[in-house]
């Protein structure tokens, strides 16, 4: 019997310098992929909702509905805290199992299917409430005194928001954890094959892409959906074409 057991682990830090300003790099529709000083290469930048300095949505006194930023604001990166993967191979009597997982931890990606999903009013959240007017979660609104106060009794109408939604709100946790392959086989013995005209035959089994297991926040698509392919223009699931899981059987012979 033979087993082995391998893994990898990467981790890129990088910073950028010398700008004179930031530079935009690519994008779609309102989200932009940025290069400034003194953060890392390939940053979601554009408007979101207005918070106060405890993280609460500040919401207008009067609609219920979230303030948007004037300006575009930082929204995280497409870079991950790192990527490892851990793989084993066991092989006993002609049977050999392999298995091998990965992971992708942090980093973002911006999210178009969450953003139609609420535009049609299909995602969980579009129906809190029974689609009726709710106060905004964690909300608060500046009084006519123009003091902070939590927000209790103003309400937002669902229909005015969702369909509307800033970009800033469908940047996701880009964080994975997958099944990337598994595969089975079986290398006939010699006694076996004595009486084929075949010096060697292997059977095997295989699928790839088994099994995902996304951040909490990310019921949408698989993170590692790019639909600019290569270059700057990264993390972005931008209706592109989901991810396959693939299955097949794979026969080998010699002679």
């Known amino acids: 019997m033979t087993w082995e057991v391998y893994g990898t682990y990467t981790k890129n830090v990088n910073k950028v310098s010398n700008l004179d300003a930031p530079v935009v790099i690519g994008g779609y529709s309102g989200m932009s992929i940025v290069a400034a000083n003194g953060l890392p290469y390939g940053n979601f930048y554009s408007q979101d909702i207005q918070h106060d300095s405890q993280g609460r949505v500040i919401v207008s006194s009067t609609t219920g509905l979230p303030l948007l930023t004037p300006t575009a604001v930082y929204l ?29 931890q942090g980093g973002k990606f911006f999210s178009r299917t969450k953003d139609i999903l609420a535009f049609v009013g299909a995602s ?13 979660p964690n909300s608060v609104y500046t009084d006519a005194s123009g003091k902070i106060v939590e927000n209790t009794t103003v309400k937002f109408t669902p229909q005015d928001y969702y369909p509307n939604r800033i970009d800033g709100q469908n940047i996701v946790d880009a964080t994975y954890i997958k099944l990337r392959e598994l595969n089975l086989s079986y290398n006939f013995t010699k006694k076996t094959l004595a009486r ?22 990310n019921k949408y698509a698989d993170p590692e959906i790019n ?13 592109a074409q989901p991810s396959v899981r693939n299955y097949g059987v794979n026969i080998k012979f010699t002679f």
């Open 76 to 104: 995280g990166s497409y870079n991950p805290d790192y990527i490892a993967s851990l793989g084993t191979n066991l092989t006993y009597k002609g049977i050999s199992l392999g298995v091998l997982f990965d992971t992708k």
């Open 124 to 136: 969980e959240e579009t129906v809190i409430g029974d689609r009726a007017g709710y106060v905004f």
């Open 196 to 217: 084929t005209p075949f010096g060697s035959a292997t059977i095997s089994l295989y699928g790839t892409n088994l099994w995902i297991k996304t951040a909490s926040e």
């Open 227 to 239: 639909s600019a392919g290569a270059g700057n223009t990264q993390g972005f699931d931008f209706t």
